[in-house]
């Protein structure tokens, strides 16, 4: 399983942005895809994640303002940024994993991870 994140960039404060993770051909029939996101110094952190049978869950900070999706097609799953905030800054990583639906928050789970990609909110 290879996957690509894709998407980040620079943004001010209240705008959006749509992360993109691109994986090799049959991962979602298989695979929860995760995001999440690390800000120097730190571990990553869980940003949401959506599963092999299409359940969505999104940590408490993004609620309200980020959506996930997926386009089977073309074997990708997004991530909707709306209403930035500068506490959003971080590279966002994307990553897989076949962990029962109660630990999918938990990055010791997944694996697979693509490179990431920086996202930047200015205040």
């Known amino acids: 399983v290879q996957l690509q994140a894709s998407g980040g960039g620079l943004v001010q404060a209240g705008g959006s942005l749509t992360l993109s993770c691109a994986a090799s051909g049959g991962v979602f029939r298989r695979y929860t895809v995760g995001w999440f996101r690390q800000t120097p110094g730190n571990e990553r952190e869980f940003v949401g994640c959506f599963s092999w049978d299409g359940k969505t869950k999104l940590a408490d900070p993004v609620k309200g303002r980020f959506t996930i999706s997926r386009d089977s097609a073309k074997n990708t799953v997004y991530l909707q940024m709306n209403s930035l905030k500068p506490e959003d800054t971080a590279v966002y990583y994307c990553?897989?994993?076949?962990?029962?639906?109660?630990?999918?928050?938990?990055?010791?789970?997944?694996?697979?991870w693509g490179q990431g990609t920086l996202v930047t909110v200015s205040s």
């Open positions: 990553a897989v994993t076949t962990v029962v639906w109660g630990r999918v928050t938990e990055e010791e789970y997944y694996r697979n």
